[in-house]
């Protein structure tokens, strides 16, 4: 039997601990769309009015944690309120929001670029009130959008990169547990209130797996983490991925009759669908994000994107995931930026995306983290010229450094492109920064047979022929990348001979239609003719 892993540590706090393990980076409160106590997403965010409410709501919580708290305590919470109450800080966000930035991403914006200073600082302990920001900036982010941050279950070893303070004091320590982080530091304020109230505690273990629940010890004394056996040190850069597409054919293979090679992935709008997949035999063609994330609130929380993110690609497995990136605006709004003047103009998509960089960055951020657990790729949607594709890979590029200064573990995932607009489709061989490919025959459709958003189902065996020879000479101009296709043409059958026939060799549909595009695909021939004796 396998010995278990001991993780050399440095001591931040004296004692000895052991107790399931709670991992911090993966959120256990539900959405506020999830919270029958919560407000509506609709409610729980709004102009400067919203902010100041949230930041006296804070303030209020802070205050009721400081009662019959420690004098030590006292003076960690007296700091954060007078952070909240610092004038500097809302005048920064308030000239944000006149710069037409949502209430939540000018906080997020705000409290994140004061953070990013305290991180640089060279005094350590400087960089260790980085954690009392970033304790400040989630409080208030729970309160506009009615989600407090849940504790964790008492005796827990707590692990992540860090601990805010105001959760190490909300949290009962008199049933045991400990601390384990990966970064972290002894002149921080958790560090401080650990050894006040005799908590072990250690840093600097560098970033490990472990499952929620595992047994960890935290040896205080010698400065460790024991871990059972069957966990690891996590490499802290991991190279990056080639695009998901060029793995045309592992487990599950398929092919047509006469022996050409098809993959067939499923799409997903709920990470729920994914629950029921097989990733033996299919991984995810697409998985549109803006079903999952469909608040203000939502699109703000880099951990609760994170968190969903991962949860499809561990379930997935080896198989390649598609997530395409919020595809909001015209018929797809955001609840709680339905009154901003880009979405009043009628973007949508990329450029919608690049019009809110805000709302991207978070994205970018949780998609780069999420990397890590499984073959992600990254789709853009509505892509009309290739700038926008350099502009987001530059976006992601910069998130990147971010999260590589914090010491956050990511990985730079392919980024390819939706082909949904004719324009695109007619010059696909000037998308040279795009990895790969994939045809949305909806809005092709649409945009092509100049149809309203309501006539498309009535339009689209019309319409058929003319998108059939548009994907066929657009295949030709994707210099052999990656090429699939994900919209509703791809799961009927009666379109997959000429589909077959314009070279197309992946296709990803609902996971109903699954079956029946598997039996037809396999009674054809890869020109799209029928096998004999069919």
């Known amino acids: 039997m396998a010995e278990p892993l001991r993780l050399k540590a440095k001591s931040a706090s004296p004692g000895i601990a052991s107790g399931p393990a709670f991992l911090a980076e993966e959120p256990k409160a539900p959405s506020a769309a999830e919270r029958p106590d919560a407000a509506p997403a609709s409610q729980a965010v709004g102009g400067y ?20 708290a420690d004098a030590e305590s006292r003076d960690i919470i007296d700091f954060q309120i007078e952070v909240l109450r610092d004038p500097s800080i809302a ?5 944000r929001m006149e710069a037409d930035e949502n209430v939540v991403f000018a906080w997020v914006a705000t409290l994140d670029a004061y953070i990013g200073e305290l991180e640089a600082a060279d005094e350590e302990q400087m960089r260790a009130r980085a954690v009392d920001i970033l304790d400040i900036k989630n409080r ?3 309160a506009l959008a009615g989600t407090p941050i849940a504790d964790f279950p008492p005796g827990s070893v707590f692990i992540g990169k860090d601990m805010e ?25 958790v560090a401080l209130l650990a050894r006040a109230k005799s908590v072990p505690m250690v840093i600097g273990t560098g970033r490990f797996s472990a499952a929620d629940g595992d047994p960890v010890s935290v040896d205080g004394n010698a400065g460790a983490v024991i871990l059972q056996a069957g966990s690891m040190l996590i490499p802290p850069l991991v190279p990056a991925q080639e695009p998901a597409g060029d793995t045309q054919t592992t487990g599950g293979e398929l092919r047509t009759a006469d022996g050409v090679p098809i993959l067939l992935s499923i799409n997903i709008n709920d990470p729920a669908e994914i629950d029921a997949l097989d990733p033996a035999t299919a991984g995810v063609g697409l998985m549109r994000s803006e079903f999952s994330i469909t608040s203000v609130a939502d699109a703000a929380n880099e951990e609760r994107q994170l968190a969903i993110y991962r949860r499809v690609l561990e379930q997935a497995g080896d198989r390649p995931v598609t997530i395409r990136m919020l ?28 019009a809110r960089p805000e709302i991207a960055r978070v994205q970018a951020r949780a998609l780069l983290r ?22 987001i890979r530059e976006l992601f590029r910069e998130e990147a450094e971010k999260l590589g200064r914090r010491a956050l573990l990511h990985r730079m995932p392919p980024i390819g492109m939706m082909v949904e607009v004719p324009a695109a489709a007619l010059m696909l061989d000037t998308f040279g920064a795009a990895a790969f490919f994939s045809f949305g025959t909806n809005d092709l459709t649409q945009y092509l047979a100049a149809s309203a958003r309501d006539d498309i189902d009535a339009d689209a065996a019309k319409a058929a022929p003319a998108v059939l020879r548009l994907i066929a000479r657009a295949v030709k101009l994707t210099a052999g990348k990656p090429v ?46 029928r096998a004999a004796g069919e």
């Open 370 to 391: 999420a990397a890590v657990f499984g073959r992600l790729s990254v789709m853009l949607p509505m892509v009309t010229f290739p700038d926008e594709i350099d502009r």
């Open 327 to 354: 595809d909001i605006g015209g018929d797809k709004p955001l609840a709680g930026l339905e009154d901003l003047p880009a979405l009043a103009s009628g973007l949508r998509g990329i450029r919608l995306l690049l």
């Open 49 to 68: 009015g919203a902010l100041e409410k949230a930041i006296d709501i804070s303030i209020g919580e802070l205050e009721h944690l400081a009662d019959g």
């Open 140 to 142: 208030v982010l729970g």
């Open 484 to 529: 699939s296709i994900c919209g509703d043409m791809a799961g009927n059958p009666s379109y997959l001979p000429g589909l077959l026939a314009a070279g197309l060799r992946h296709f990803s549909v609902a996971p109903a239609r699954r079956p029946a595009i598997r039996s037809a695909i396999i009674g054809l021939n890869a020109d799209g003719t």
């Open 165 to 189: 303070p105001s959760r190490f004091l909300a949290h009962d320590w008199s049933k045991g547990g400990g601390i384990a982080l990966f970064a972290g530091s002894t002149a921080g304020h």
């Open 91 to 95: 005048e920064a966000t308030g000239a």
